[in-house]
């Protein structure tokens, strides 16, 4: 047995580890969809794949030449190099990778594959079958995309059984809650905030837990279950995702609710539902199950692909419309929020928030339905959403860089959001105005339409326009020229720690600044 060769092995498996770290970052952002990762690999990964591929052939290259000790030198300079490349990735990560308990067991699936082959090639040296065990090592090690989809593949069964199990444990947690009301809510957008609101109106009346965050997976329902709900809680606020047909499904036959609000339908994740009816299809699958249930299902009547759509008489509508059962009226909004009165059936509600937006306004009548239909009096309602804080990057004020004012709206990524968002930072009067976005994903077909409207409207409202990520941007920036905006105040950078870097550069006291969508690393090119 060669040992140099045997130590050459062992410090490409090792190197392997540091390159994963990235690769099972994207898998993660990608949601484990080996067809989502791989459009990063070919649009994001493919120079680096061409490197991994040539330092795989010359390091094969080497061993035959049986230039065994400069392999161990060429290897231990791809070892530094990943090593640098792995700490220098993830510190400059927007979403770095989480440790979850399913990216560790894939790094476990890695080190037994790895153990495996270099073991093999142990028991049967100088043979043909120990020969394709070590080239079989060396290629894993090197190619990284590889070795990611077979560890993925490897840990596959485990993750289902792990899954399933959580599932069943959670569906006997909400057996035992013989009383509790769970309602979902889902839409292409608008879904979280109104699941914050909704959270808080009903938090005057009742006990209340709902899913954290954008826990609207099958598992982050589950995991919010397992670990949040307790005997007093009286109602469980569900928020649905999906990104194919069956997803709402999915949660729909685990918590089986008795309410539904359904925010809006539009051209979200058109890339794996291809068309907006099986977007509509796929939001209604809530709407199927709550009415089974012999429940109520609140729909938001200004989506206009959502009202074209359905058959009114089945739902509750709430919005602006004059002829809606829950509707807001007499609507005004500026730098410290909203006001509007809020009528609900016969009753009308004044009321006043932080909020910024129409968007939110529809989204606080909406909640407000729901609230008021379970019984929370007016009065709560009104304080209710006067005490509302924006939630997290939708659209929440916060000073920023030399004094100047920052509306994060970093978790915004629908093309109707974007542009009202716009609109709330022309509302700032006399200030200067900044944009700060990468634009829209997701969309299919109609990404380039969207992106250049919203270039557009930037280009309408704002006197400085920031664009992030050179090549993924270009549609935003032909909408801003097309209508003649000054391409000296136009900037398109890599990243949005350069984006902030160029914008410390001229705010001030008497600037406001968009962050309009912030998008995670597998999309900035």
């Given at each position: 047995m060669n040992t140099v060769l045997l130590i050459s092995l062992i410090a490409a498996a090792f190197s392997a580890f540091f390159a994963l770290v990235r690769q099972f970052q994207m898998l993660q952002q990608n949601s484990y969809y080996p067809s989502r990762y791989f459009l990063w690999v070919k649009d994001g990964y493919s120079l680096p794949l061409c490197i991994e591929c040539i330092a795989f052939c010359a390091s094969s290259l080497l061993w035959g030449q049986e230039l065994y000790a400069l392999q161990l030198a060429f290897i231990a300079a791809v070892l530094a190099a990943r090593i640098f490349s792995a700490v220098r990735v993830q510190k400059k990560s927007i979403k770095k990778l989480v440790f979850t308990g399913r990216i560790k067991r894939m790094f476990a699936a890695a080190f037994m594959l790895f153990a495996v082959l270099i073991l093999l090639y142990v028991f049967f040296p100088r043979t043909l079958a120990g020969e394709i065990f070590a080239v079989t090592a060396f290629m894993l090690s090197f190619v990284s995309p590889l070795t990611a989809v077979l560890c993925r593949a490897v840990t596959a069964p485990v993750e289902k059984a792990v899954s399933l199990w959580y599932i069943n444990d959670a569906k006997r947690i909400l057996k035992g809650h013989k009383d509790l009301i769970v309602i979902g809510i889902t839409g292409s957008y608008g879904k979280t905030s109104t699941k914050f609101i909704l959270s808080r109106i009903l938090s005057e009346k009742y006990n209340v837990v709902a899913t954290p965050q954008s826990f609207n997976t099958p598992m982050g329902v589950v995991r919010t279950i397992r670990e949040k709900l307790q005997p007093q809680t009286r109602i469980f606020i569900c928020e649905m995702g999906a990104k194919n047909t069956g997803d709402i499904r999915e949660i729909c036959d685990i918590v089986h609710p008795k309410y539904g609000i359904i925010t809006s339908v539009g051209p979200q994740h058109l890339e794996t539902f291809k068309t907006i009816d099986n977007?509509?299809?796929?939001?209604?699958?809530?709407?199927?199950?709550?009415?089974?249930?012999?429940?109520?299902?609140?729909?938001?009547?200004?989506?206009?692909?959502?009202?074209?759509?359905?058959?009114?008489?089945?739902?509750?509508?709430?919005?602006?419309?004059?002829?809606?059962?829950?509707?807001?009226?007499?609507?005004?909004?500026?730098?410290?929020?909203?006001?509007?009165?809020?009528?609900?059936?016969?009753?009308?509600?004044?009321?006043?928030?932080?909020?910024?937006?129409?968007?939110?306004?529809?989204?606080?009548?909406?909640?407000?339905?729901?609230?008021?239909?379970?019984?929370?009096?007016?009065?709560?309602?009104?304080?209710?959403?006067?005490?509302?804080?924006?939630?997290?990057?939708?659209?929440?004020?916060?000073?920023y860089i030399n004094g100047s004012v920052l509306i994060d709206d970093a978790y915004n990524a629908n093309p109707e959001g974007c542009i009202e968002a716009v609109r709330v930072l022309a509302s700032f009067e006399g200030m200067k105005k900044v944009i700060i976005t990468p634009g829209l994903v997701e969309l299919g077909e109609r990404e380039y339409e969207c992106n250049f409207a919203l270039g557009v409207e930037a280009a309408k409202k704002c006197d400085i326009i920031i664009l992030v990520g050179k090549n993924r941007s270009k549609p935003l920036r032909e909408g801003a020229e097309s209508v003649g905006f000054d391409k000296e105040k136009l900037f398109a950078v890599s990243s949005f720690a350069e984006a902030s870097r160029l914008y410390s550069g001229f705010a001030d006291r008497n600037t406001a600044v968009l962050f309009e969508n912030d998008l995670p690393d597998n999309y900035l090119n």
């Open positions: 977007v509509f299809k796929t939001k209604f699958e809530l709407a199927d199950e709550v009415l089974k249930n012999g429940g109520t299902v609140f729909v938001n009547g200004d989506s206009t692909e959502l009202i074209k759509r359905i058959d009114r008489s089945l739902y509750r509508i709430y919005g602006t419309g004059a002829d809606f059962d829950f509707r807001a009226e007499n609507i005004a909004y500026g730098k410290n929020g909203s006001e509007f009165t809020a009528v609900m059936e016969s009753e009308s509600i004044p009321v006043s928030s932080k909020l910024l937006g129409l968007h939110s306004i529809i989204n606080i009548t909406g909640a407000a339905a729901l609230a008021y239909t379970l019984g929370v009096e007016a009065r709560d309602i009104k304080f209710a959403a006067a005490a509302l804080k924006p939630a997290e990057h939708r659209l929440e004020l916060k000073p």
